[in-house]
């Protein structure tokens, strides 16, 4: 069934997936994250209450949110000219990922550092701790393992966009299954992409768990 | 008191909180000097405004009017960053432990050496010093998952004493612990407090606590000091209702007997007291007989008290003389009130 050069193009394609994952998943985060420690901080019971900030920031991030990623995907395409110099492949579908992701990781980011108990915040406040000092070590560091859990789901969050991303240019193995499947009827490829994202999802997923595991002191 | 011997002295605090449907009002006004060197109790009940105090002496909690001084320095007049840094010299323990669950025994007592940038090879050497002197010594590497109460208390105290403060603010430090870790846990802080010269505010709703380890204590009722004293003042004669509540309550079933029962009395016996028959005698040389309630010893700053609740009888004649023979022997009585 499979032509000659079939498997190129899927392997070609699965390593794409994979790099526009990864590549998003971290710009989302270097965004994200900051994002998301201010959201915590600027809340009316975080260490540093701005409720303006904090408003501002909510909505912004609601309304990205709640756009339906394909129709921001083409919504944004003048930005991503800009940005990469095209709107088609995986580059341009990279930076669609990381403008979709990032409001989604700041409210993962925020949900993990909400974990970390208000006492423990306090006490690093008694013994004189600054803002920042209680970001970088008792926020983050506590919320370690919640914020990797956290990660797994954002990278499979982000690789269903990713495939999603194949219906308006984007590359990878939604591309493929969007091209050979669905516009040339050929069903068989399209179940061997499914069969594959659906591989791929499980291993991320799992690892992240497990590192996440891992690295909890709490047992 | 002179203000040179005053570790920390609170004025006038008032503190109010902004709620559903208005403001509550939780202190209406503290005054209280604490001196250098003591250990000062606070007790309550439940919902008395303890915690809210001790959390205005270094300003987790803003004071809505009042202030606060701390050797001498006007913490509440202070800009953010030399409060953070007066902080330093104020440690302070909770009932949760709170520690950084991520962190080590030992990485938890670095914590606060990192945050005020003394170098790591001296911060770790500190450290396992001081988690000598709590006793865990073996535990350095555990996490506080790992540990049991006491111990996690024990490490929270380390952690506390690693910036040398000069106060140690303890509020319910050992409610959520066992009665002999209890104990371990006391005497460790007093241990602290002779070693070490910190100055120790325990907040507590025990008064066992309370005898077990302070100098002087202050009632609080209601957002207000009710009473103050020396330790030993207060055990003997609880001026007010609530002091009363407090003492008598202390170790006994209270609630079987107090308020429910005609004529019952609390009697303290001083010293060596405790050890002769005077109630023996009592009750032969005035041929009348008391039931016993409740009693027990205690140890009070290196004196030893016997409290009892006594039930007299009905007669009013014959329960006078009773009570008379006991005050005539120096026995303090009071009458337990009777709703
Ligand atoms: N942040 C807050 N906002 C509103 N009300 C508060 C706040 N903190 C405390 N209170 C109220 O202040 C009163 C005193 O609380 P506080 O925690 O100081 O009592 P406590 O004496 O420590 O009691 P406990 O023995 O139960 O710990 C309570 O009525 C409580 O509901
Ligand atoms: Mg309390």
Known sequence: MFKEGMLALVGAGFWETIYMTLVSTFFAYLIGLPLGLILVVTDKDGIRPMALVHQVLGVLINIIRSVPFLILLVAIMPFTKAVVGTVIGAKATIVGLLVAAAPFVARMVESSLKEVEKGVIEAAQSMGASPLQIMLKVLLPEAKPSLLVGSAIAITTILGYSAMAGFVGGGGLGAIAINYGYYRGQTDIMYIMVILLVIIVQVFQEAGMRISRHSDKRL | ?339
């Open chain 2, 1 to 339: 008191m002179a203000e040179q011997n005053t570790m920390i002295r609170l004025s006038g605090i008032k503190k109010r909180f902004r709620q559903k449907g208005g403001e509550l009002e939780v202190l209406h006004g503290i005054d209280v000097e604490i001196a250098k060197g003591e250990i000062f109790g606070i007790i309550g009940l439940s919902g008395a405004g303890k915690s809210t105090l001790v959390r205005c002496i270094n300003l987790l909690e803003r004071p809505t009017a009042g202030k606060v001084y701390l050797d001498g320095v006007e913490l509440t007049a202070l800009p953010e960053r030399e409060l953070r840094q007066q902080r330093r010299s104020m440690g302070m323990i909770f009932q949760q432990f709170h520690l950084l669950m991520q962190r080590t025994a030992l990485e938890n007592v670095c914590f606060p050496m990192e945050i005020s940038g003394v170098p790591k090879a001296k911060a770790k050497e500190r450290a396992i010093e001081l988690l000598e002197l709590v006793g865990l010594a073996d535990r350095t590497d555990s996490y506080p998952a790992q540990l049991s109460g006491g111990q996690k208390q024990r490490v929270a105290i380390a952690r506390a004493l690693a910036t040398e403060p000069k106060v140690l603010l303890c509020d319910e430090a050992t409610s959520a612990l066992d009665p002999n870790t209890t104990a371990g846990v006391l005497a460790l802080l007093k241990d602290i407090n002779e070693r070490l010269g910190i100055t120790i505010v325990v907040i507590t709703h025990e008064m066992s606590v309370i005898q077990e380890i302070c100098n002087r204590v202050a009632i609080i009722d209601g957002g207000k000091i009710a009473e103050m004293g020396s330790v030993e003042e207060i055990f003997r004669t609880p001026k007010t209702k609530i002091g009363q509540e407090l003492v008598y309550h202390e170790g006994s079933n209270r609630e079987a007997y107090v308020g429910k029962l005609p004529h019952c009395y609390r009697v303290v016996f001083k010293g060596g007291i405790s050890n002769e028959p005077i109630l023996g005698r009592m009750m032969i040389d005035c041929n009348g007989v008391v039931n016993i309630l409740s009693g027990n010893t205690r140890h009070i700053e290196e004196q030893v008290y016997g409290q009892m609740i006594l039930q007299f009888p009905e007669e009013k004649e014959l329960r006078e003389k009773m009570i008379g023979y006991l005050i005539e022997k120096g026995v303090v009585v009071e009458e337990v009130e009777y709703v």
